[in-house]
């Protein structure tokens, strides 16, 4: 994949795709609905892919009340099976228009 989408649907929200030329990561803000990925000139197009496809997932932990930070500060991810087949159906939305689908 060479391009990122300029939009993507994240849990029935439209979420504004930025690129970030400078940067390496990124990140996702539920509250301006956006996804910033880095695109440094140096990384190659899986590792870009790679953290756009992190970013989408983390949105939709988010959205969906599935994502909590622990004691310890560490990210945690916990759900049930029907809120994993919600999860995944929310991130099937979200990629099926970049596979031409």
Same mark, same amino acid.
């Given at each position: 994949?060479?391009?990122?989408?300029?939009?993507?649907?994240?849990?029935?929200?439209?979420?504004?795709?930025?690129?970030?030329?400078?940067?390496?990561?990124?990140?996702?803000?539920?509250?301006?609905?956006?996804?910033?990925?880095?695109?440094?000139?140096?990384? &190659?197009?899986?590792? /870009?892919?790679?953290?756009? =496809? #992190?970013?989408?997932?983390?949105?939709? *932990?988010?959205?969906?009340?599935?994502?909590?930070?622990? &004691?310890?500060?560490? /990210?945690?991810?916990?759900? =049930? #099976?029907?809120?994993?087949?919600?999860? *995944?159906?929310?991130?099937?939305?979200?990629?099926?228009?970049?596979?031409?689908?």
């Amino acid at each position: 994949m060479n391009r990122l989408p300029k939009t993507v649907q994240i849990s029935g929200k439209t979420y504004k795709v930025t690129k970030q030329p400078g940067n390496w990561g990124g990140s996702c803000t539920t509250g301006k609905q956006e996804i910033t990925v880095g695109t440094a000139r140096n990384q &190659s197009a899986q590792r /870009i892919f790679t953290n756009f =496809t #992190h970013e989408v997932l983390e949105a939709v *932990a988010l959205e969906r009340n599935i994502r909590y930070e622990a &004691s310890d500060d560490e /990210i945690m991810f916990v759900m =049930t #099976h029907k809120q994993f087949d919600d999860y *995944a159906k929310d991130v099937a939305t979200a990629f099926k228009p970049m596979l031409g689908a």
